[in-house]
């Protein structure tokens, strides 16, 4: 039972382009998501949060956007770089609940020159 | 501030032998988790302890995987004995109550076993 999925294994963007990444959750007592990045034989990095009761955050060239009637989120990256490619991770949790995390299966991006 | 620390960061047993693998999270950090992330799957959590004390070890195979905090601060995961499903990267995390961000762990670089 996959309660945060990441239908897309992989992604290749332009750089300069934006990078759109989603993810899709089932567990409506979520409320609280994270992303992270995860370059080659690293652990994954934290990278930008959003609370249920945002429907956006912004972070510099990051920004994610929370759909809760459709639960469903979003990451976008612009302008994309090609240091950006790297496996992003989508991560659900409910607050309160020792910091417990359901990961996605991951989004490869490959952001080219 | 150092990270996570973990070893080995590669691995490689036959089935049915044991392995053990060794974390140490940042200072300070009480609590700690140990993550099992399949190639091509997201990290799933295997055990997760508040200073030497078990929070959650739900998702942990219990019959083959064993995992201590003794001191509050190291802690090994062990499997024994091993099955070719077993191959996987071992991700050590760690929290502290004092991060800005709910949610945010910080992994260490992961163990990466082969079971042949």
């Known amino acids: 039972d996959q309660q945060v999925k990441q239908n897309s294994p992989s992604l290749s963007v332009q750089e300069g382009r934006i990078s759109i990444l989603n993810c899709d959750y089932t567990?409506?007592?979520?409320?609280?998501f994270l992303w992270y990045k995860k370059y080659p034989a690293e652990g994954p990095t934290f990278l930008i949060s959003?609370?249920?009761?945002?429907d956006k955050n912004e972070d510099g060239r990051f920004t994610v956007f929370l759909n809760k009637s459709a639960k469903h989120l979003s990451l976008h990256i612009v302008p994309s770089q090609p240091g950006d490619s790297a496996v992003y991770f989508c991560?659900?949790?409910?607050?309160?609940?020792?910091?417990?995390?359901?990961f996605g299966s991951g989004t490869q991006l490959t952001v080219l020159p | 501030e150092a990270g996570v620390a973990q070893s080995p960061r590669y691995k490689i047993i036959e089935k049915r032998q044991s392995v053990a693998f060794w974390c140490n999270p940042i200072?300070?950090?009480?609590?700690l988790y140990w993550y099992q992330q399949i190639l091509g799957q997201g990290p799933k959590l295997l055990i997760q302890?508040?200073?030497?004390?078990?929070?959650?070890d739900s998702q942990l195979p219990k019959d083959r995987f064993s995992a201590e905090r003794l001191k509050g601060v190291d802690s090994t995961l062990k499997i024994q004995p091993a099955k070719l499903e077993d191959s996987a990267v071992y991700l050590c995390?760690?929290?502290?109550?004092?991060?800005?961000?709910?949610?945010?762990?910080?992994f260490g670089e992961g163990s990466r076993l082969t079971v042949l």
């Open positions: 995390a760690s929290s502290s109550r004092d991060s800005p961000n709910t949610g945010e762990l910080f």
């Open positions: 567990n409506s007592m979520f409320d609280y």
């Open positions: 959003i609370s249920s009761i945002k």
């Open positions: 991560a659900a949790t409910v607050s309160g609940s020792a910091r417990q995390l359901t």
């Open positions: 200072s300070g950090h009480a609590t």
């Open positions: 302890f508040q200073n030497n004390g078990v929070v959650d």
